[in-house]
């Protein structure tokens, strides 16, 4: 369900390390954990998405002829390193946090364990889905924070990052407890609710606009939304008041119009008066055009009399904080754990757990141990593949479930876009040990 | 050329709006531009990328069998437009700016000439594809500006926003100026030169520093690029001379070392100083982590002693500037000019053509005017697509070249990461009386 499942989606230096690994028999099991640095500023905690089709494509993991030929040629690879490629199968095991799972800083939220060279090049592909969807969902989930019980809508696919940002945006924002998008593939690959009014184009290129209204509601009978900023919003608003008594005897109802540009607090407020005052008091009123959390926060405490917002660029982009610092890190060779102490990007040794202790019912702190450790509270990350194989697929709807249940037990002080203190994340003292034996 | 080349990669107003244009006979030839409405805050100019991939998806564009069963079965939809999408083909003119080409806010950069609902259904895509790549170029320029003569490889694929911004932030920052990419498939698909090093699981993997180091230089006894800061930077350094004669009785020169993590200048200078005390001053020194525009003036103004640098994460998603704010508006429809009048979104009626004025070999003024005028200067916007065939390919050489014959001729004071006061782009009388025209 990736868009793009070449095997030759990585960076050169994989490509490289591996036939390194392989000239010198570094082909023993090897432990790689992902997990994001830092928060970014703006995040009080991340929504971990993605796994879906992390495991799809690793399922899929192969080169082909063509691009084995091409490696061979333009790389001047040995025979026999092309030999290894083509036989080369994912056939290791993944933990992982689900989807829809509240992470911090630090904690792995997914390790891949495999002979050393299938784990090395499998890294590029597995952080551009993940640290893309999880940017993504925990960008949204903002949104749905900001915007509490309003239809909100993924509109972004014009301005994400190539087609499958769009997608994957579609999804991640979906995950996040968004009503839909306005993407039609998304609808099509994830079963997406799909939501859609009409652009201005529709109304341009009619001599009126009240022809434009009429013509788009007889040919959607049951979904009428008008887009009335075309010219001027609130003499559109009027026109959509004289032409509704036409259309009731149609039997066709005016459901919403859609504002996309300017004060959008000033002019909801006029619209609203304009509608109810002519009897539309049933017809809902949408919004979009630069909106985020921010934006909507600041509307809906002014009282901005909107019942939907398209949320788009902003939300597609992560604007305000357009990428996690992840990395996916050697943290166990051959049976023993290893680290790097890089200046400002040291790693924790270990294959690592969470867990995640409750107290009445609410998240209290996480404890990272070794993974084979026993700990109060609840272990986060689980086996979702082995051998190669998924273990389960779990539906779109269990992902959401969880998230909203996750989020009902987080503390108050984070479950907000204000920036809060941070939640606590220990260190086991057995992880401690561990690191000082090593640096030491 | 695309990732993904589904026709219902778009937006479902785009379906829906399709569908009541054909309900009502709406489906005279339809003019649509795409312009970028202002610059980002720390954008002088803009570099036109991603037309290639957009007359692919033109020539390709179809829907299949398959997503045709299912937009009929989910959205209801009736037969005869079922029918109407099935036979649907791009046929239409396409001009717009060749790749390369600086332009700045307002000026249309694509134009498509097609009937209205092919025209409208087309938006979508064309803009995800053009405004990802104008985004990285532009940003990719800046990096050439402040890095000049300097070895620039992009390295973004991990943090990009999924696998086709990847692919695409490689084509467009090689355009742009960059010397290479480290993603493996974008060297296959678009012939762009391909670099890569060694990352920290290598060193990791191995008991000593100094094993790594030997293994991969003999795996690799043409490109020696040794990554020193997994632990200790330069005691790696120190590791490096140590072996370097060992390397070199066995015919095997280390070209390179890479830094990647820690205060970049300091490390620069100590590991500089330690490989030329120790013999090796023609072993370059490569870095990367973090890195943009705005650190290389500052790394490059301090005097860092560094030959070459990968930039990957600010770069594939335009960290300072995630998007652009772009549009496809309708300009004529039968005949007629079009605009709208949206508060902060207003758009100019009519096909318009951008003409630069030069004087003494530099760009001194842009003028737009409508497509059919005369004006002084060199027009900017081209034929590039007939009836729905591409009229000629050109080699990213060419593109390349373009880029670095127009910064050239680009007044000074843009050519910089400062900001500086807008290059002047005037509008002609003709728009300006046709606007009036149609406001008053």
Redesign the interface.
């Known amino acids: 369900m990736?868009?793009?499942s070449?095997a030759?989606?990585?960076?050169?230096?994989?490509?490289?390390?591996v036939?390194?690994?392989v000239?010198?028999g570094?082909t023993d099991t090897?432990s790689?954990e992902l997990f994001v640095r830092r928060l970014p500023a703006e995040r009080n905690f991340l929504v971990a998405a993605g796994l879906e089709q992390v495991l799809g494509f690793l399922e899929d993991f192969r080169f082909s002829e063509q691009?084995l030929d091409?490696?061979a040629r333009?790389?001047n690879a040995p025979p026999a390193f092309i030999d290894f490629l083509r036989a080369l199968r994912f056939e290791g095991d993944v933990w992982a946090m689900p989807e829809g799972t509240l992470f911090f800083a630090n904690e792995p939220i997914l390790r891949v364990t495999a002979p050393?060279p299938v784990a090395?090049l499998v890294?590029?592909?597995i952080?551009?889905?993940l640290?893309?969807q999880t940017?993504i969902a925990s960008k949204a989930v903002r949104c749905v924070l900001a915007a509490p019980g309003r239809l909100l809508v993924e509109?972004g696919?014009?301005?994400?990052?190539?087609?499958?940002?769009?997608?994957?945006a579609a999804r991640a924002s979906y995950l996040a407890g968004f009503t839909g998008t306005?993407?039609?593939?998304a609808?099509?690959r994830f079963d997406i609710p799909?939501?859609?009014?009409?652009?201005?184009?529709?109304?341009?290129?009619?001599d009126r606009e009240a022809d434009a209204f009429l013509?788009?509601a007889?040919?959607?009978p049951d979904?009428v939304i008008l887009l009335i900023?075309?010219?001027?919003?609130p003499a559109a608003a009027r026109t959509v008041v004289e032409i509704a008594p036409v259309l009731k005897q149609e039997g066709i109802d005016i459901r919403g119009v859609r504002i996309?540009?300017?004060?959008l607090l000033q002019r909801a407020r006029e619209v609203r008066q304009i509608l109810d005052e002519g009897g539309l008091n049933d017809t809902t009123l949408f919004s979009s055009?630069d909106l985020d959390e921010y934006r909507l926060t600041e509307l809906l405490g002014q009282g901005a009399p909107i019942d939907g917002f398209g949320v788009g660029?902003?939300l597609?982009?992560?604007?305000d904080e357009?990428?996690?610092n992840?990395a996916y890190?050697?943290v166990e060779?051959?049976g023993r754990p290893?680290?790097?102490?890089?200046?400002?990007?040291a790693t924790l040794p270990g294959r690592k757990q969470v867990f995640r202790v409750y107290q009445d019912g609410q998240a209290m702190r996480d404890i990272m141990t070794l993974h084979d450790r026993s700990c109060e509270g609840t272990p986060l990350l689980q086996p979702v593949m082995r051998a190669g194989r998924r273990l389960q697929a779990e539906p779109m709807s269990a992902l959401r479930e969880r998230l909203k249940a996750q989020l009902d037990r987080l503390p108050p002080s984070l479950r907000t876009i204000e920036p809060a203190p941070p939640y606590p994340v220990e260190i086991s003292e057995e992880i401690k040990q561990l690191l000082s034996r090593q640096t030491g």
């Open positions: 990736t868009t793009e070449s030759l989606l990585t960076d050169l230096y994989q490509l490289t390390m036939q390194a690994y000239d010198h570094l090897a790689f691009e091409w490696y333009s790389r050393l090395q890294e590029t592909r952080i551009n889905i640290q893309y940017l509109f696919l014009r301005r994400a990052h190539g087609a499958e940002a769009g997608l994957m306005s993407n039609v593939l609808g099509m799909l939501f859609g009014t009409m652009a201005h184009a529709f109304v341009q290129c009619h013509d788009f007889r040919s959607h979904n900023d075309t010219y001027d919003t996309d540009s300017g004060d055009g660029t902003r597609d982009t992560s604007a357009p990428y996690l992840c890190k050697l060779y051959a290893r680290f790097k102490s890089s200046e400002g990007k």
